[in-house]
């Protein structure tokens, strides 16, 4: 099956700096959508791109649909204590079938 | 987006037993699924509930151990049968609104099997 590589799997920060994290895939994705995940609750939708290219923020998150179709990173600009958590990107192949998870990245960020 | 809840949000259970989970959405939503996560890993897909028929599973995961049900467009239920220590597990309802690729999760239900 498909196989996304997150990276990296872990990052300890300062508070006020900025993160980069991406997914890269074999196999050519039709949407790629970016989650974070807090301690005891379930994902929560932060970005999705559906679009080769398409550069798409919400506030100080910024994500890209890569040119090839494989691949997607996020940034966070000027982190903050409450960024921490996992931040899982997530790839879809077509309209309508399944995600295909990344193992995620723990953020950590010290004030 | 959608607004999901789970019931319960956490439990602990006996080896051999079953527990039923229940996802409720407050909109009928096109397509619902259940994933598993187990402890510090990503989520994995177990099934995709069709209202009105028979759940789609993927590989690895079968209907007798995780059997669903999906009477409505609002609601869906996933049962883990004849639990094991290994079934301890974060399970999460998710769901698509019709035409969008989008998928929001519920907060998830707590499993530990003892």
């Known amino acids: 099956g498909q196989q996304l590589n997150q990276s990296p799997q872990s990052m300890f920060i300062q508070e006020g700096e900025d993160v980069s994290m991406n997914c890269t895939s074999s196999?050519?994705?039709?949407?790629w959508l970016w989650y974070k995940q807090d301690p005891g609750e379930g994902p929560v939708l932060l970005i999705a791109l559906y679009k080769a290219g398409e550069l798409t923020s919400n506030g100080r998150l910024t994500a890209q649909f890569g040119i090839t179709r494989k691949d997607s990173f996020l940034n966070i600009s000027a982190s903050i204590p409450s960024d921490v958590g996992i931040y899982f990107c997530a790839g879809q192949l077509a309209s309508g079938s399944r995600l295909t998870f990344g193992e995620g990245t723990q953020l950590t960020v010290n004030p | 987006s959608a607004v999901i809840s789970q019931k319960p949000s956490r439990d602990i259970c006996q080896r051999g037993t079953s527990l039923t989970i229940q996802c409720q959405v407050d909109?009928?939503?096109?397509?619902m699924f259940w994933y598993r996560q187990q402890p510090g890993q990503s989520l994995t897909l177990i099934a995709t509930?069709?209202?009105?028929?028979?759940?789609?599973?993927e590989s690895g995961f079968v209907i007798d151990k995780f059997p669903i049900s999906r009477p409505n467009l609002t609601f869906s239920t996933l049962t883990v049968s004849n639990m094991s220590p290994e079934d301890s597990s974060i399970y999460l309802c998710?769901?698509?609104?019709?035409?969008?690729?989008?998928?929001?999760f519920g907060p998830g239900t707590r499993l530990t099997v003892t």
């Open positions: 998710s769901v698509a609104a019709g035409g969008v690729d989008e998928q929001y």
């Open positions: 509930a069709n209202q009105g028929s028979e759940a789609t599973y």
């Open positions: 196999s050519i994705f039709n949407t």
């Open positions: 909109s009928q939503v096109t397509m």
